[in-house]
């Protein structure tokens, strides 16, 4: 007699839990690249803070102070107005002053923000702020870009977030049948069992435990797949490896695994309940 796991009901279940979580953790990996997407915008929006033509330059030297020690910059860059002439030289390859006769370039200060306020609500408060000091001109940030990528996050979130749910409910059915159609021809020795005074319990620990199995080697399985195919898409492009961290990319790996056992083991508790709450005569009718 051959073992469960070798029969063709038991390869089935594995088949189609191995492929509804190969899709799962593709979602995953997918809304995981989305976030990391955003945070690299939000980590490389840079606020140019132009300072009047006339400021003092030990002016600006104090506010770049205040910048750094503030709590919503991770990064404070001063330009001088002589460095800006210099900077453009190189890029456009001529000198300004000569042809406009003075320096039209103005002092800034590069600030990059960190992530938690690089959004809409937080640079207008900024804004304002820096706005109340005599030598600052005007700030100038790209609102729009960075508006247009959190838009864009988002609805790809909520739309991965749909796709999940859907996989979600389609796995739970698909896997449910098949794990009752793999207990179904154990029904009579349940029943037998139940009439020989063996608690529900002990009846349906195998069943529960074998399945268990099938939902952590399916797991494994499908993240060896997801693994594989990540390994081949950052061959191809290698920038990609930045957008998908290894702890990231970890905790949806355990996931997979996780839900994996958890909705097998609970299928087969359910099944096995289903049979055992039938009475005998009812067990040749399903």
Same mark, same amino acid.
């Given at each position: 007699m051959k073992k469960p796991i070798f029969k063709i009901q038991?390869?089935?279940?594995?088949?189609?839990t191995t492929l509804v979580l190969l899709l799962l953790g593709a979602m995953g990996i997918l809304f995981v690249a989305a976030q990391e997407?955003?945070?690299?915008?939000?980590? !490389?929006?840079?606020?140019?803070?132009?300072?009047?033509?006339? %400021?003092?330059?030990?002016?600006?030297?104090?506010?770049?102070e205040r910048l750094d020690a503030s709590g919503y910059t991770q990064a404070v860059k001063y330009i001088s107005k002589e460095q800006a002439l210099e900077e453009q030289k190189l890029e456009l390859k001529a000198d300004p002053v000569e042809q406009l006769g003075y320096n039209p370039y103005e002092a800034e200060i590069e600030l990059t923000l960190k992530p938690e306020y690089a959004n809409k609500d937080s640079l207008v408060m900024i804004e304002k702020s820096l706005l109340r000091n005599k030598e600052v001109k005007e700030l100038i940030y790209q609102q729009e870009l960075m508006d247009s990528v959190n838009e864009g996050i988002q609805k790809i979130g909520l739309t991965l977030l749909?796709?999940?749910?859907?996989?979600?409910?389609?796995?739970?059915?698909?896997?449910?049948?098949?794990v009752r159609l793999s207990i179904y021809s154990k029904r009579f020795l349940m029943h037998t069992m139940k009439l020989?005074?063996?608690?529900? /319990?002990?009846?349906?620990?195998?069943?529960?435990?074998?399945?268990?199995?099938?939902?952590?080697?399916? /797991?494994?399985?499908?993240?060896?797949?997801?693994?594989? /195919?990540?390994? $081949?898409?950052?061959?191809?492009?290698?920038?990609? %490896?930045?957008?998908?961290?290894?702890? !990231?990319?970890?905790?949806?790996?355990?996931?997979?695994?996780? $839900? /994996?056992?958890?909705?097998?083991?609970?299928?087969?508790?359910?099944?096995?309940?289903?049979?055992?709450?039938?009475? !005998?005569?009812?067990?040749?009718?399903i």
């Amino acid at each position: 007699m051959k073992k469960p796991i070798f029969k063709i009901q038991t390869i089935s279940v594995y088949i189609s839990t191995t492929l509804v979580l190969l899709l799962l953790g593709a979602m995953g990996i997918l809304f995981v690249a989305a976030q990391e997407v955003s945070k690299s915008v939000q980590d !490389n929006l840079g606020v140019s803070v132009i300072m009047n033509n006339d %400021a003092p330059e030990a002016d600006i030297l104090k506010l770049k102070e205040r910048l750094d020690a503030s709590g919503y910059t991770q990064a404070v860059k001063y330009i001088s107005k002589e460095q800006a002439l210099e900077e453009q030289k190189l890029e456009l390859k001529a000198d300004p002053v000569e042809q406009l006769g003075y320096n039209p370039y103005e002092a800034e200060i590069e600030l990059t923000l960190k992530p938690e306020y690089a959004n809409k609500d937080s640079l207008v408060m900024i804004e304002k702020s820096l706005l109340r000091n005599k030598e600052v001109k005007e700030l100038i940030y790209q609102q729009e870009l960075m508006d247009s990528v959190n838009e864009g996050i988002q609805k790809i979130g909520l739309t991965l977030l749909a796709f999940l749910a859907m996989l979600t409910l389609i796995s739970w059915s698909l896997i449910s049948n098949l794990v009752r159609l793999s207990i179904y021809s154990k029904r009579f020795l349940m029943h037998t069992m139940k009439l020989t005074g063996a608690t529900w /319990g002990f009846i349906r620990r195998p069943f529960i435990v074998s399945n268990m199995w099938i939902g952590l080697l399916s /797991g494994v399985l499908a993240n060896a797949m997801l693994a594989a /195919g990540i390994y $081949f898409l950052q061959q191809q492009e290698p920038v990609l %490896a930045a957008y998908l961290p290894i702890d !990231n990319l970890a905790v949806v790996g355990a996931a997979v695994i996780l $839900f /994996g056992i958890t909705i097998c083991s609970l299928c087969a508790f359910l099944s096995v309940n289903r049979f055992l709450r039938m009475r !005998n005569n009812d067990l040749y009718f399903i």
